[in-house]
């Protein structure tokens, strides 16, 4: 399990958080649902390790690897679909090992035509899925994604839903899933966080089941939030 | 193919405007030591075309750009490399960049007159007006490099010399380039200025040095109209290697 311990952050005089705690379930997806600009990027950039704390602790993450699904793709333009994936693994894996881990999740999002492709030719909807792919090729033990799906059609939004669910039951890791869309929390995660006010606090912590009528319920509280 | 041809025409004719203002001129001023015709200038030209000489004197002028040329390149990228991503080095370096950037062209000259071999004089001088136009080309282009993409390297924990190959050199290559054009030219430029002061024995600028002793002023154009051609020649080379780079890449 991770643990954030009392932190503390603030950028200039704007306070994020104060004592802030949570914690996020192994191998489990947990969302951080609330407005923007409430902090979820901060939290989840905490965990990772980018961001730096005034305050507090975070457990849990020792020798932790991450990924990361961020709102954009974050390609490398002139690099082609493969090279891009190839480039996180290249410290980690061997050569002969890394074309098969790329090429099976080029399979798995579909992709394996386009291996080729460089990111400029793709639509946002397939860079988004290099970019899954390679957060997910990465052997990574925390997966963070910061509202992946944001400026995706609804059709895309649920293929790339059903895909992420997908390569996640194959290959599964402690998921930090960050949104404001409604269904996509539910859709997707075990746990949700609901996250208001500034310095930043936990509203509600709910856990999804599967229940149709639970959901619903759910889904009336998120919305009111 | 029909606007191509149009767009050669309209340039040539462009270019025979000037020639003919050349022309008038060279006929008002009647005196061939301010200003020759252009056609004593091009048999001049001519002259110097059919000499054995000739092609030696630019063969090693040549050598002597481009010698300066890439080694400002090799010396501005790598250290504008590391200054665009180390504030320390930037902060050691930039001085040094100021003061090689405003000191009169001709005080180099003279100093490295006193260090160097008259031949390595020229490329010395080059090497030094072209380095500062590289690294600070180079920073800037450091600069430039997307601040998400690091922190994506940051999260999938890239080597650090991987970021550098991957994503700063790439990031910063149209930076690059462009300094690299226009260092180009200038070297051009400084080489022929040194070699008039310092005279390697072949050089284009012992024949402009040669051409105002002896106030052989149509020789001076042809010269000149040989080195602007060379750095015309050589810019459109670099363009188009960079051009085929980017195609193929």
Known sequence: ?225 | MMNSILRNKSKLLIILFWILIWEILSLIIAQEIYLPSPHAAFSALMNLLISKDTYITIYYSTYRTLAGFFLSCVTGIFLGIMSGIHKPMYNLLNPLIIIIRTIPVMSIIIIAIMWFRDTNVPIFVAFLMCFPIIWTNTVSGIRSTDIKLLQMCEVYKIKKSRVISSVYLYSSLPYIKAGMISALGIGWKVTSAAEVLSLPKYSIGRFLYDSKVYLEIPDLFAWTIIIVSLSFLFETLLKTIFKYGDKYD
């Open chain 1, 1 to 225: 399990m991770i643990k954030l311990i009392d932190i503390s952050k603030k950028y200039d005089d704007l306070i994020l958080l104060k004592d802030f705690n949570i914690d996020f379930e192994k191998n489990k997806i947990t969302c951080l649902f609330g407005p923007s600009g409430v902090g979820k990027t901060t939290i989840a950039n905490i965990v990772a390790g980018i961001v730096p704390i005034d305050k507090g602790c975070v457990g849990g993450i020792d020798n932790s690897l991450f990924s990361y699904v961020f709102q954009e793709p974050r390609l490398l333009k002139w690099y082609n679909v493969y090279e891009n994936i190839d480039f996180v693994l290249k410290d980690v894996y061997k050569p002969d090992e890394r074309v098969e881990i790329i090429n099976s999740y080029l399979n798995m999002v579909e992709l394996s035509e386009y291996k080729n492709y460089k990111v400029d030719a793709l639509s946002g909807g397939m860079a988004q899925r290099v970019s899954l792919a390679r957060a997910f090729a990465y052997p990574s033990h925390i997966l963070i994604m910061d509202e992946p799906f944001k400026g995706l059609d609804n059709k895309l939004k649920n293929e790339m839903s059903s895909l992420f669910l997908k390569m996640w039951n194959s290959s599964k890791r402690t998921v930090i899933f960050i949104t404001h869309d409604v269904e996509e929390a539910i859709d997707l995660s075990h746990i949700i966080f609901t996250l208001k006010n500034r310095p930043v606090n936990i509203i509600n912590r709910i856990t999804v089941s599967n229940i149709v009528n639970d959901k619903e319920e759910i889904k009336n509280l998120l919305l009111s939030h």
